[in-house]
């Protein structure tokens, strides 16, 4: 894992992605490879740290629940 992290960019560039401000990291408590990501209030899901033979990646995992798709 790489000594630093990049997270304020990578939040900078999932709110350019997303086209919105509203796209907030935040620490997950006793763990340093990975961040909760939030829109406004709502948590939307998890973005992780990889390594791998000298790249590094940040990937982005969010579940969407069936209940979710009735709406």
Not at 2 to 20: D, G, I, L, S, Y
Request: avoid cysteine; charged fraction near 30%; hydrophobic fraction near 40%.
């Amino acid at each position: 894992m790489p000594a630093t992290p990049e997270w304020p960019r990578v939040q900078a560039h999932m709110n350019r992605v997303f086209r919105t401000r509203d796209i907030l990291l935040k620490a997950r408590p006793g763990v340093k490879d990975s961040m909760e990501v939030y829109f406004g209030p709502e948590f939307l899901g998890t973005v992780y740290i990889d390594e791998d033979e000298g790249e590094t990646s940040y990937i982005f995992e969010m579940a969407i629940l069936d209940i979710d798709l009735a709406e």
